[in-house]
């Protein structure tokens, strides 16, 4: 189905290719995950597919790409839509239209299916996916989450041969990533389409491919095999496969069933060792911030429903539920993007609706689900010499902080040319420079791969340790379980839990790391917790 004869990839004023020499097969009715490092190529090796690179993304493209008998040089993009379906990391850069309903007609209308076949395709796309009651909301009042879940519903009515996703349930909640997933599952078994995949959250994908493709990211060839095989030695991989790795298990487990078959021993040997106390939550009478009974609506739909919470400096609040719960409104309450129809916020005294320019950035800081929109240079470097002077910070602040988030990233790349992972960081970086005291996170690990995601946390940590106060909205478990002091469970604009991490996330099925399903009902959380432990004992 899928065929690369010697590809290579070089962008303008690149050193060296971002892909070389590659040679790959993926035949048909296969699901196929592209696992590397942010910024490796990933996301080029999907583009070659259906002609993106190098017809609108520029550089040289040696080698060929035959999709489908179809030779990529010589059929565009357009020549391909028939065949192969693009789901892109930004959902909203792909919509055409304003409301869910015509958006996962359009596709179908441009290649002109009859209008009975397009009605049938959407109801049956609409229940696939759990789309059937947004089916008359406009795409600009969805969560991001939810806009994913359209962006693949509008590729799949088309019934292509060829399914590209990149970084499918990033935005999405578990509950929602586990039914995306499944529904890619029966187009693979059921109709055999082929899916080629990448996706940063291995721990919720791996298990589930046919086969891995490990892209290296220095230039060198690419790895194919079964994800048992490229798991042992893989760059990137989930905590499931960290853990297996810590115990010398063999084969390595993927799922979370193999693993507490294979973990009894290992569960023998933590019962007799302490596990990590949880970090204590700073007792303060001066609150970083305070929510008192908000109430955010959009037209006749309430966001946040009498909502209250409060979080003291040096404390790592975790915000998690299901797409759509309001976690993102009430980023927006606390930054002062939306004032409430009711209640009040304040940042120590200050009501964050009244501040504008500079003094908002020195006392809370954004950075929202799509990081672009704080980016507004054409050059990396000059993005941060502009975010140093806004901040009023000492040249080379913002720079420093980027290369601790996302190492080597070169100064003169325009920012949408960076992966979403790199744009996540630089966007992150303009935030931290002004070392506000209360920092917000919408989806912060979205495009990051675990090592990125390791010295986000510690960052996170730090900024904790000086004062800070951070929030995360996140549906990534185990960012939470590593750095959150407190986790908050909004469900329908409301609070319906609020405690340390370890003892909400332990007693959830939906929100329990990898580590804790494998290791229950022992208190450990991250592999971290355990590696420490077990070097404490020998």
Partial sequence: MIRFEDVSVTYDGAAAPTLSHVDLHVPEGELVLVVGRT????????????????????????????????DTRTHPPRELADVVGV????????????????????????????????????????????????RDRPLLSLSAGQRQRVAIGSVLTTHPKVLILDEPTSALDPGAAEEVLAALQRLVYDLGVTVLMSEHRLERVVHTADRVIVVPGDGGPLRVGTPEQMMVDSPVAPPVVELGRLASWSPLPLSIRDARRAAGPLRERLATLSAPRPAPRPTATKYAFTATDVVVRYGPVTALNRLSLRAANGEVVALMGRNGAGKSTLLGALVGLLRPAAGSVRLGNVDPATLRGRDLVHHVGLVPQQPTDLLVADRVDSECAASDL????????????????????????????????????????????????????????????????RRLGKSLQQLASQGHCIVLATHDVELAAEVATRVVVIADGELVADGPAASIVVGSPMFAPQVAKVLSPLPWLTVTDVAAALAGAS
Avoid: W
Avoid at 43 to 61: D, I, Q, Y
């Fill in 390 to 453: 806004d901040a009023g910070a000492a040249g080379g602040t913002t720079r420093d902080i980027l290369e601790r988030l996302a190492p080597g990233i070169r100064g003169r790349t325009h920012p949408r040319d960076l992966s979403e992972g790199q744009r996540l960081a630089l966007a992150l970086s303009v935030v931290l420079a002004a070392a506000p005291p209360v920092v917000l996170l919408d989806e912060p690990t979205r495009g990051l791969d675990y090592p990125s995601k």
């Fill in 39 to 70: 910024g490796s190529g990933k996301s080029t090796l999907l583009k070659c597919v259906n002609g993106l690179v190098p017809h609108f993304t520029g550089g040289l493209l040696s080698g060929r790409v035959v999709v489908a008998g179809r």
């Fill in 87 to 134: 789901v892109p990391q930004d959902p909203m850069s792909g919509f055409v239209t304003d409301m869910v309903e015509d958006e996962l007609a359009y596709g179908m209308e441009s290649i002109g299916l009859a209008p009975p076949v397009m009605r049938r395709r959407v109801e049956e796309t609409l229940d696939l996916l759990g789309l059937a009651e947004l």
